[in-house]
């Protein structure tokens, strides 16, 4: 038992060690010798965990989606209307990697890498799924404008498109801090294709207090 301990123990300080890294240095220019040293742990012992860079960087993206998962539910599960839920899920994750390297460098990895896949599967796939339950759900309530030749997933795909993209712009240009405010850009100008005229103002304003948090 005790050695298991500490085995959990030495990966959590090299996952936390290698998110530091790779959101300093990005993927390409992190290095497995910057961590061990940052980590304090043993070449031995990191390979124990590891096999290679990419192994690494696959296990930060896991965790990170683990712990933002974690946050994303809470919100989701809730009693929440839809369409209030999947405007407070765009904040999350924006607060979720201020707070958690790991989820931060999960958020950068995932996109460095390009096929964003942790080891259990595509994490965007995830997200998607999780969006297309809240559209339909949004639809249901009569919040979200029903359109005929608009399907759910269509719809949830566009959302999920546009959010991911305000995040990949800001990690791109080191723009990170001023996502919040993007993120509100972004509801802005989607919400009067998306609800009825009468119900925007609250919605816009809805989107706002988030960025005020």
Do not use: C
Request: a negative charge; charged letters at 20%.
């Amino acid at each position: 038992m005790a050695r298991q301990v500490r085995a959990e123990v030495t990966r959590a300080s090299v996952l936390m060690a290698a998110a530091d890294v790779f959101l300093r240095l990005g993927y390409a220019n992190a290095g497995l010798n910057e961590i061990i040293e940052q980590s304090g742990v043993t070449k031995g012992a990191l390979y124990f965990h590891f096999s290679s860079k990419e192994d690494l960087a696959r296990g930060v993206i896991d965790e990170g989606q683990i712990r933002l998962t974690a946050g994303m539910t809470s919100v989701s599960d809730g009693p929440t209307p839809a369409l209030e839920a999947l405007v407070a899920l765009s904040y999350v994750a924006i607060e979720a990697a201020s707070a958690d390297p790991i989820v931060a460098a999960m958020l950068r990895l995932q996109h460095e890498i390009g096929d964003y896949q942790g080891t259990h599967g595509n994490v965007v796939a995830s997200w998607q799924q999780g969006f297309e339950r809240l559209v339909t759900r949004a639809l249901e309530e009569g919040d979200i404008l029903a359109e005929d030749d608009v399907s759910a997933t269509t719809l949830s795909t566009f959302l999920l498109g546009s959010l991911l993209g305000a995040h990949v712009v800001a990690s791109a240009t080191g723009a990170f801090d001023d996502l919040p405010r993007r993120m509100e850009r972004v509801w802005y100008f989607i919400l009067p294709g998306l609800v009825e005229p009468s119900k925007l103002v609250y919605f816009r304003q809805f989107a706002s207090r988030r960025l005020l948090r």
